[in-house]
């Protein structure tokens, strides 16, 4: 059974950091680009970060760059998003996706697999 989970999620005031992690289970999980989204209430998904099969290449949202670093263990099955200096616009539900072509956008239908989100929250 294939699943992606996210945890680490949590209500951190701003300029605080929160680590997220996603685990991943059933798929081979090595073939397939990695990204983190996210979703605030009353908006769409929003691309936060992405990372490819290997984990040499990233890509980031310019409203995280220099302050998230995403990375993944291939022999754990994990991926991770590191964030830093939260602020209050970042708070919404993030998501862990997985596709076998790597991509900077899209919906959550052009993902082969998607997580169920956890919450975040960055109070000022």
């Known amino acids: 059974q294939v699943q992606l989970l996210e945890s680490g999620g949590g209500v951190v005031q701003a300029g605080g950091s929160l680590r997220l992690s996603c685990a991943a289970s059933?798929?081979?999980?090595?073939?397939?680009?990695l990204n983190w989204f996210r979703q605030a209430p009353g908006k769409d998904h929003e691309f936060v970060a992405a990372?490819?099969?290997?984990?040499?290449?990233?890509y980031y949202a310019n409203s995280v760059k220099g302050r998230f670093t995403i990375s993944r263990d291939n022999v754990e099955n994990m991926m991770y998003l590191q964030m830093n200096s939260l602020k209050p616009e970042d708070t919404a539900v993030y998501y862990c996706?997985?596709?076998?072509?790597?991509?900077?956008?899209?919906?959550?239908?052009?993902?082969?697999?998607w997580g169920q989100g956890t919450q975040v929250t960055v109070s000022s």
């Open positions: 990372i490819a099969w290997s984990g040499g290449s990233t």
């Open positions: 059933g798929f081979a999980f090595r073939n397939y680009a």
């Open positions: 996706a997985a596709d076998p072509s790597l991509k900077l956008a899209g919906t959550r239908a052009e993902y082969r697999y």
